[in-house]
């Protein structure tokens, strides 16, 4: 499935990649994914594992017990990441998906950064506190 998907789903961010790395490398050792079907669909009874009766309907938090005892590590570690990601606001979501920055850099930017790195280490700043100030931007 990952092998042949259409190029407009390429994975973007750092985690998308990786996951679908470690898919392939599961798949390359013998190991099916479990289908996201598979995986969301609701329980309507379960086994109590310790006395090995059945109970009625379980609760969200029940279901996800059970689910999470399922999964190896691989899919804990992706499972957290993908909650974690949930709580990031959008700025921070559309900046993770972006590329990494891999060209290096012109001898032009580098004596850039090198005479900036010598202004600070001399203490030639100006902090933006004074810059809106300069400029008449109210304070706050």
């Known amino acids: 499935m990952l092998a042949s998907a259409p190029l407009d789903d390429e994975p973007e961010t750092k985690a998308e990649r990786r996951a679908v790395a470690e898919a392939r490398a599961d798949r390359e050792r013998g190991i099916?994914?479990?289908p996201?079907?598979?995986?969301?669909?609701?329980?309507?009874?379960t086994l109590d594992a310790p006395n090995g009766h059945y109970h009625g309907r379980?609760?969200?938090?029940?279901?996800l017990r059970v689910r999470v005892e399922e999964l190896t590590e691989r899919e804990a570690?992706?499972?957290l990441d993908f909650i974690a990601s949930r709580g990031a606001d959008d700025f921070t979501r559309w900046l993770e998906s972006r590329p990494e920055d891999d060209e290096p850099l012109t001898p032009d930017e580098q004596a850039a950064l090198a005479e900036s790195d010598a202004d600070i280490a001399a203490g030639r700043t100006v902090s933006f506190e004074e810059i809106k100030r300069e400029f008449g931007h109210p304070a706050g």
């Open 58 to 63: 379980m609760t969200a938090k029940e279901k």
């Open 32 to 34: 099916a994914p479990v």
């Open 36 to 45: 996201l079907d598979e995986v969301l669909r609701e329980f309507r009874f």
């Open 77 to 79: 570690k992706a499972t």
